[in-house]
């Protein structure tokens, strides 16, 4: 599934809508998020993560999306189940997205 790139409002209709959201909260001065950006990209094309919404959302741009996360540094990984957030932590490896989507 494509990444989809959301704003405030938008984050949360898809939170409210969908029981399994992964986000990548970033900047564009950001160069870690831009380095990473392809390997989520990947990972969310991945047959088996077919039921999950994966979506890319500015930090500085979205600060209420920015809150519900706890966002404090970037990139920061983050999973939501039913609207609700089960972990999020700043990184940028690929074993960490894997270990947080495993709990959803």
């Known amino acids: 599934m494509a990444v989809q790139v959301v704003n405030d409002s938008e984050f949360k209709d898809i939170l409210a809508n969908n029981s399994k959201v992964v986000v990548k909260y970033y900047a564009d001065w950001c160069g870690s998020c831009k380095l990473f950006a392809p390997k989520y990209k990947r990972v969310s094309n991945e047959e088996e993560h077919s039921d999950k919404v994966f979506i890319d959302i500015n930090a500085e741009q979205n ?8 966002v404090d540094n970037l990139p920061f990984l983050a999973v939501f189940k039913d609207g609700e ?4 932590s ?4 690929e074993d960490y997205l894997r ?6």
């Open 63 to 70: 600060p209420e999306a920015r809150k519900m996360a706890g």
């Open 85 to 88: 957030l089960v972990e999020g």
């Open 90 to 93: 700043a990184s940028n490896k």
């Open 99 to 104: 270990s947080i989507m495993d709990k959803l």
